[in-house]
C-alpha cells in the first residue's frame, strides 16, 4: 500500500509539474502574441486581457525605415572615408524563382540598401554582409582601413537594416536560404560585380558560404568571420541540451524558439522603453564585458540608437531564424555536408573568445580541396571587428594578400598576435 501510495504521488508530482510547464508555454505564446500586435502597431481586440494589461505606450514604436537610414547616418559621419549610400533595386523576384519575397500579386519592386566607400583605382572589391540581428553600420570600425585598399561596398540583407522588409512567408529551410541567396544575386546583377572577395559574419558567414557554393564564378575569395552554420545538433550532440529541453524551461525555450519568438519582438513589445534596454546591452556587450578595445561614449551612443532602429522596425528578414538553425544555433543544413563541394579559396577568422567554435571550420578544412586557412584574432569575441579592430584588419591584409600585393601569396607569415589553428 505504502508503494503503492507513494507511485500515485510521484505521478501526481509529475502530472502537476507537466501541467505547470504546459502553463507557462501557453502563457509564453500568448505573450508573443501581444508583443507582435505591438509591433505592429495594432492594439489587441477591444475587450481582451491583453488590451487591458498593455497600457496604449507600450504600442508605441519610436522608430521607421527614414529613422533607420538617419541613424546609419549619424553613426557613419565619425568617419574619415567618404562614401555613397543607395537603395538598388533588385526587382519583385528573380527569374523562374519559385519563392516569393513578399506576400503580394504586385509587382512591387525591393530595394538592398548599400553603401560604397571611395577607394584607390582598380583596388579589390570587397562585399561585407552583416550577421543576424545585425546590419552593415556594425562595420564602422572597419570602414575607414579597409577602404584604403579596398573597394568596400556593404550591404544590409534582404529584409533588414535599411532595406526592404517584405513579408516572411518561407515555410522550409530551402525557401529560406533561396530568400538569401537569390536576393543577394539579383543584387550582384544589379550593381554590375562579376568579381569580388565576399566577407560573411555570423549568419551571413552562412549566408555567404551558401552563395559561393551555388555562384562560385563570381567570388575570388571567401572570408568567413565568425560563420555559423557548420555542424547539426546530430554532429555535435549535447548532453548539456538534451538534458535542457528535458526540463520545463527548456520546454519554453523550445517552444518559443519553434513560434519564431525572436529578441527583436521584445524590443518592439516594450516600446518607449525598447531603446533602453538596447542602451544596456550595448553598454555591458561592448563596455562592462568587452573582451577588447571598448566603444568610445559617442560610438556606443551612436551604435545604441542605430541597433534601436534596426532592431524594432517590421519583422522580416529575423523571421528566418527557426529554419535555419534549430535551438542551440545547429545547422539544419550544415555547412560540413557540403564541404567536399567548396570550390572558392577560404580564410575563417574568428575570434580567440568568440561562442561560435572554430573547430567547425577545422572539420570542413579536412574535406575542402581549395585552399583554406584558420585565424584567430587575440582580444575579440564574435564581434571580432570590433573588439579588436587593429587585429582583424591584419587578418583580412592577409588573407588578401595575393589581390593586394603581386607576388605577396608565398613566404608572407602571419603577423604577429594573430594565431594560425
Known amino acids: 500500500m505504502r508503494r503503492a501510495s507513494s507511485s500515485a504521488a510521484a505521478a501526481a508530482a509529475t502530472t502537476t509539474r507537466r501541467m505547470a510547464a504546459a502553463e507557462e ?118 570602414f575607414d582601413t579597409l577602404a584604403s585598399r579596398f573597394r568596400v561596398i556593404a550591404i544590409d540583407q534582404l529584409g533588414w537594416g535599411g532595406s526592404s522588409r517584405p513579408d516572411f512567408t518561407c515555410k522550409s529551410t530551402e525557401e529560406t536560404e533561396a530568400w538569401f541567396i537569390d536576393s543577394f544575386e539579383e543584387w550582384r546583377k544589379a550593381k554590375n560585380l562579376s568579381n569580388f572577395i565576399l566577407l560573411g559574419h555570423s549568419f551571413g558567414g552562412y549566408v555567404a558560404a551558401k552563395y559561393a557554393l551555388k555562384h562560385p564564378e563570381h567570388v575570388q575569395h571567401l572570408i568567413l568571420v565568425g560563420s555559423a552554420g557548420f555542424s547539426s545538433e546530430t554532429d555535435h550532440s549535447s548532453e548539456w541540451l538534451t538534458k535542457f529541453r528535458a526540463t520545463w524551461k527548456g520546454m519554453l525555450v523550445n517552444h518559443l524558439w519553434e513560434s519564431n519568438f525572436t529578441p527583436q519582438r521584445i524590443v518592439r513589445g516594450l516600446g518607449p522603453w525598447g531603446p533602453d534596454l538596447v542602451r544596456r546591452y550595448t553598454t555591458a556587450r561592448f563596455g562592462t564585458r568587452s573582451t577588447g578595445e571598448l566603444l568610445t561614449d559617442n560610438e556606443s551612443s551612436l551604435l545604441t540608437d542605430y541597433i534601436y532602429h534596426t532592431l524594432a522596425a517590421k ?107
Open 315 to 421: 519583422a522580416s528578414g529575423e523571421l528566418c531564424l527557426k529554419y535555419i538553425f534549430s535551438l542551440g544555433a545547429f545547422a539544419r543544413k550544415p555547412l560540413l555536408q557540403s564541404a567536399s563541394d567548396w570550390k572558392v579559396p577560404t580564410t575563417f577568422i574568428y575570434g580567440h573568445d568568440d561562442w561560435m567554435n572554430y573547430q567547425g571550420a577545422q572539420q570542413a578544412r579536412k574535406d575542402m580541396k581549395v585552399p583554406c586557412e584558420i585565424i584567430r584574432v587575440p582580444q575579440g569575441g564574435h564581434f571580432v571587428f570590433i573588439d579588436n579592430p587593429e587585429g582583424f584588419h591584419s587578418a583580412i591584409f592577409y588573407a588578401c594578400r595575393k589581390f593586394l600585393s603581386a607576388g605577396a601569396e608565398e613566404g608572407l607569415s602571419l603577423p604577429d598576435g594573430l594565431i594560425s589553428a
Open 25 to 142: 508555454v501557453r502563457q509564453a505564446s500568448a505573450a508573443a502574441t501581444a508583443a507582435e500586435a505591438a509591433s505592429a502597431s495594432v492594439p489587441p481586440p477591444a475587450g481582451s486581457r491583453w488590451a487591458r494589461v498593455w497600457p496604449s505606450a507600450l504600442r508605441w514604436i519610436p522608430t521607421s525605415t527614414d529613422r533607420i537610414i538617419a541613424a546609419e547616418k549619424r553613426l557613419l559621419s565619425i568617419l574619415k572615408t567618404g562614401y555613397v549610400q543607395e537603395q538598388v533595386n533588385i526587382g519583385s523576384a528573380p527569374p523562374g524563382s519559385t519563392v516569393r519575397w513578399f506576400r503580394s500579386s504586385s509587382d512591387e519592386p525591393r530595394f538592398i540598401n548599400t553603401v560604397t566607400f571611395d577607394s584607390k583605382e582598380n583596388a579589390p572589391t570587397l562585399v561585407m554582409v552583416h550577421g543576424y540581428g545585425a546590419s552593415q553600420g556594425f562595420f564602422f570600425r572597419n
